[in-house]
């Protein structure tokens, strides 16, 4: 989010290109890929109904011929099939969700990390140990926070929400008072 990407990403379900190569990654690009997930999984259903459609329709026509003990078998395959996309559904709700709940400067440990990294490749950034500490701080823009904090201080309702935002304001003059290099 607000970086510039090296290479375009892609939704690989449908390859769609969500985020051209070196263009700055914005909320926009996660609208537009929860648009393209919704469209490929509303696709999806409809192709699951249409398969299941398919599939019932000589059935009906053979059942209609033979006997009324069919209604029942193709009722009960009509369930099955409503709760498998149901379950198919569930799940990719679940990893939307997943998704969408991951924020810049979110902690994870290294099992999480791999299966967030392995899961979500292309869509999924992260680094690991003080290299990404520093690009984190390099990536702050203290004169904006500081400002905001300003704000919350001078404005903000709740006295809870004024005292977070002093204590934040005093490490980010701090922070804005050191110099961090590249060597530590």
Known sequence: MGRQASESIIFAATDTVIV??????????????NTVAQDALDA??????????????????EAA??????????????????????IIRSHYDDLREELLSLSERQFF????????R?????????????EAIHELLSNLDLDAMAEELWHEVRFGRSAQRRKK?????????LCA???ISPNG
């Open 118 to 130: 392995q899961r979500w490749g292309q869509v999924f950034r992260a680094g690991m140990g003080a």
């Open 20 to 33: 051209e190569a070196d263009e700055i990654v914005s909320r926009e690009h996660y609208a537009i890929l």
């Open 65 to 86: 011929a033979k006997s009324p003990d069919f209604e029942g078998d193709i009722q009960h395959v009509r369930e099955e099939l409503q709760e498998k996309t149901t």
């Open 177 to 179: 008072r050191a110099t």
């Open 44 to 61: 999806l259903e409809l192709e699951i109904h249409q398969r299941e459609a398919e599939a019932l329709k000589p059935a009906a026509l």
């Open 109 to 116: 440990n290294e099992q999480r990390y791999r299966e967030l």
């Open 165 to 173: 935002a002093t204590r934040q304001l005093r490490v980010a003059k």
